[in-house]
């Protein structure tokens, strides 16, 4: 029994030694000197004989040391992750707020402006930039200004000058009883009103001829009907969309002339009848979105 546990014994200590001369992490021996990275640790076996083996543990230092640098840099690196992650999430939120008070402020000033021709207010929701009296130039001259202006009440007066060019007057309604639109009362001679509105919050404007509701996005300003200047006068104006309820600038009716304003009729042709109608008043409306 003695033999045999004396052959594990001395069996276990060659392969200490082996392992020790054939391992090049532990192989540095330091001849009973003090050396770093070395340790001594008994060996005790069945037979209760001490012995003594001096450990290298610089290889194994090493590696712990990278073995905890790798741990650290690894939740250093995923703290500032989370740390990198939150300052980025709180950046883009407070950005997030400031952009959409900017862009509040902003919007405040975006808007579209037109002339509502035969009222003296704007529609519901538009804000007034000043009302007036329609202006023009007169109905017979073969030159000059073509288009009808919106003339403000609060006039700001330029120089008196001695050439004549007279081209601006009031634009009379020729609304008599046998030319008016459908449901109209008489306006013959009687001055136009108009005014000219901003709507917030709008990037544009179109003027529809040939309806009275607008399309599928855009919102109604007013609708009227299609007027311009006559067609036997040397004179000619652009068309111009008047208020379903249009009103005089004022209560004077005498005939002054100057620019007119008649409603205008279909001429089917060129015009396509259907969906046109022949002779008949051109509705039209004023949309934004
Ligand atoms: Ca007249
Ligand atoms: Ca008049």
């Known amino acids: 029994m003695y033999v045999e546990m004396g ?8 392969m200490f030694y082996f392992v020790l001369l054939t391992n090049p992490c532990l192989s540095a021996i330091c001849n009973n000197k003090a050396c770093p990275g070395m340790i001594s640790m008994p060996l005790i076996d069945g037979v209760k004989a001490t012995l003594k083996a001096d450990l290298d543990t610089t290889d194994l230092n090493n590696h712990l040391k990278a073995y905890i640098e790798q741990h650290i840099q690894e939740g250093v690196q995923a703290a500032m992750k989370d740390v990198m992650k939150q300052l980025v999430d709180d950046g883009l939120g407070e950005a997030h ?6 862009a509040r402020e902003q919007f405040k ?3 579209v402006t ?3 021709w035969g009222r003296k207010a704007c529609p519901t929701g538009a804000e007034l930039v000043y009302t007036g009296q329609a202006g023009g130039n007169y109905f017979d001259n073969t ?12 006039a700001e007066i330029g120089q008196r000058q001695s050439y004549d060019n007279s081209q601006l007057y009031g634009v009379e309604y020729e609304i008599h009883s046998r030319v008016k639109p459908h449901g109209w009362r008489t306006m013959g001679h009687m001055e136009v009103a108009c005014a000219v509105c901003h709507s917030r919050r709008k990037s544009s404007k179109i003027i529809i001829p040939g309806r009275q509701t607008c399309y599928s996005d855009w ?3 007013y609708s009227g009907y299609l007027m311009s200047s006559n067609l036997g006068h040397n004179g000619r104006n652009e068309f111009i969309c008047v208020d379903l309820n249009a009103e005089p600038f004022d209560n004077r009716s005498s005939n002054e002339n100057g620019a007119l304003l008649y409603p205008i009729r279909t001429k089917c042709g060129s015009l396509r009848c259907p969906p046109y109608t022949d002779n008949a008043d051109v509705l039209c409306v004023v949309c934004t979105k």
Do not use: F, K
């Open 7 to 14: 052959c594990i014994y001395i069996v276990r200590v060659v």
């Open 114 to 116: 037109y002339t509502r």
């Open 97 to 102: 707020v400031i952009i959409n008070a900017t």
């Open 143 to 154: 030159g000059g200004g073509i288009n009808y202006l919106c003339l403000p009440n609060d």
């Open 219 to 221: 919102s109604a300003e």
């Open 109 to 111: 000033g975006i808007g």
